[in-house]
Structures are given as structure tokens and as C-alpha cells.
């Protein structure tokens, strides 16, 4: 069993950032990438980013490529969404999320655990 501990939401202006954390623990050996997705009031959950464990580079929503940056360190057990020039509209609860095996990183129903979530609002 996998557990997930995300960190770093908060509140900030619009055009600035902020770098949210998921720290993993348990039985990690065989995770195979990890997901970034968001939740808005009253809107379905969508997906943020991705990546793998054995990759340096991730996977982005149209909506946030540019702005944001999704990195690994395997040591620590930890992925990072770096989010750069926020806007409104990027006010979510962000969660982390893990999966055993490769498919459509953009895909929700393809994770096998999930962490608890951190709150992320942008002011205008």
C-alpha cells in the first residue's frame, strides 16, 4: 500500500506561483509515474501533469504547458508541481496521484492511489 502526502497549496495573486509537493511512502518500489490533477467547485476532476519515475521530463495539460512544471526525486520519494504566472482559473484542490503501469497518463480511472489533496486558490 502506497501513501501519499501532498503539500504547498495556498493562497496567492494571480501571476504568481507556487511548487506543491507529494511525498510518497509504503510500498513504493513498484510505482511506475505519478499524476497531478485538479478539482474545481462544481467541475469534474482534470488532469494537471504527469510523470515517471524513470523519466526527466512529464506530461501537461494544454492548460497549464508553459506554466507549469512537474518534477521527480526518486530519492526522496517526491514529486513537485512547480506553478508558474497562475491564474484565477488554476483555483483547485490539487491532488497527487500514482499508477503501477503505463497507458493514458491523462486518465483519472488509470491511478491506483491518491493522496488527500491541497487547496490552491488565485486571487485577481
Known amino acids: 500500500q502506497v501513501q501519499l502526502v501532498e503539500s504547498g497549496g495556498g493562497l496567492v495573486q494571480a501571476g504568481g506561483s507556487l511548487r506543491l509537493s507529494c511525498a510518497a511512502s509504503g510500498r513504493t518500489f513498484n510505482s511506475y509515474a505519478m499524476g497531478w490533477f485538479r478539482q474545481a467547485p462544481g467541475k469534474e476532476r482534470e488532469f494537471v501533469a504527469a510523470i515517471r519515475w524513470s523519466a526527466d521530463s512529464g506530461y501537461y495539460a494544454d492548460s497549464v504547458k508553459g506554466r507549469f512544471t512537474i518534477s521527480r526525486d526518486n530519492a526522496k520519494k517526491t514529486v513537485y508541481l512547480q506553478m508558474n504566472s497562475l491564474k484565477p482559473e488554476d483555483t483547485a484542490v490539487y491532488y497527487c496521484?500514482?499508477?503501477?503501469?503505463?497507458?493514458?497518463?491523462?486518465?483519472?480511472?488509470?491511478?491506483?492511489?491518491w493522496g488527500q489533496g491541497t487547496q490552491v486558490t488565485v486571487s485577481s
Open positions: 496521484a500514482g499508477k503501477y503501469y503505463s497507458g493514458d497518463y491523462s486518465s483519472s480511472a488509470e491511478y491506483d492511489y
